[in-house]
């Protein structure tokens, strides 16, 4: 399955966000090749929710000849996509290709490298700005944050969107 559960955590497996994923860590790899490369991952992973993750209904089809019966994507209007400044922007436009109508919301997290980290392994984290749309129960929340180290930026981030 492209996409494997770890805890309370989903993580994408699929082939194409591997070996993307592996490219954009290439040192060889350019800056404008990163910022493709996040796009393209974006979407793949965008994709890989919608099948992984959401759910489908039957829905009656009128085509040219005939009624039908089609298969609809449930909750594509109820994303939100949260863009974790800055480094999630271009993954985040290739997430809005599998979302199109997604709501998005920013926050500008970043940890503090000069205080160092502490016993637990984390470092502290300060949030600049936060911008929400309002999430509801029947969202799906998408928090887009591809440097991930520790995970300290990502909890603290996840704090805040669950408050």
Do not use: W
Request: glycine content about 8%.
């Amino acid at each position: 399955m492209p996409i494997e559960d770890r805890d309370q955590a989903s993580l994408v497996t699929h082939a194409l966000a591997k070996d993307t994923l592996s490219q954009i860590r290439d040192v060889e790899t350019e800056q404008v090749g990163f910022r493709k490369g996040l796009v393209k991952l974006g979407r793949i992973c965008g994709y890989e929710i919608i099948d992984g993750a959401m759910e489908t209904e039957y829905v009656p089809v009128q085509t040219p000849l005939t009624e039908t019966t089609g298969e609809r994507v449930r909750g594509l209007d109820d994303v939100v996509i949260i863009n974790v400044l800055r480094a999630a922007t271009p993954f985040v436009e290739g997430l809005l290709k599998a979302f199109p109508r997604a709501k998005q919301g920013v926050i500008s997290a970043g940890r503090d490298e000069s205080a160092g980290m502490g016993d637990d392994g984390t470092f502290p984290i300060s949030v600049d700005y936060k911008k929400l749309p309002e999430i509801t129960e029947d969202d799906t929340v998408v928090v887009a944050d591809p440097m991930l180290a520790t995970g300290s930026t990502m909890c603290t981030v996840l704090e805040h969107v669950l408050d």
